[in-house]
């Protein structure tokens, strides 16, 4: 598979930091969530769509390794990676960079989705979504 990445810069909010002034642990998940959507987004595979024909993709497992703060105002970048996809499962990494001064990696995770249905039912992406099956087979054997 080649290596499908996508990129998103921001600035830590003021409500994202906690009492210390540091970056909230929990929004780094929050950031996951941000650079997949927008990945996904940028393949053509909008979340909003894929929801809507009845498509879900929820998160079965998530990690996130800390390495440096990040706290108000900081820019960072997001950069998430489709690392792979199945007929009933994704994952992907994230790497979170802070911008200031010399670049350092502040935070890399992964998370793994399956496919289910609104019923929450896993299910064969391929053969109910066929559509979806085809833009991402292209992607894994691209």
Avoid at 40 to 46: A, E, K, Q, W, Y
Avoid at 55 to 83: G, K, S
Avoid at 113 to 122: C, G, K, M, V, Y
Avoid at 126 to 137: A, I, Y
């Amino acid at each position: 598979m080649r290596e499908i990445k996508g990129v998103q810069r921001l600035r830590v909010r003021y409500d994202e930091a906690d009492s210390m002034g540091v970056t909230y642990y929990a929004n780094y998940l929050n950031w996951f969530t941000l650079g997949r959507t927008e990945l996904l987004r940028d393949l053509g595979l909008s979340y909003a769509q894929l929801e809507r024909a009845g498509l879900l993709l929820p998160v079965l497992e998530v990690q996130c390794r800390y390495l440096a703060p990040t706290a108000y105002d900081d820019p960072i970048r997001i950069e998430t990676t489709l690392v792979h996809a199945s007929r009933t499962r994704m994952g992907f990494r994230y790497q979170v960079y802070l911008e200031t001064g010399p670049e350092r990696l502040a935070a890399e995770g992964t998370t793994e989705h399956a496919f289910i249905d609104r019923q929450f039912r896993p299910i064969d992406v391929k053969k109910h979504f066929p559509d979806v099956w085809q833009r991402l087979s292209e992607l894994v054997d691209g």
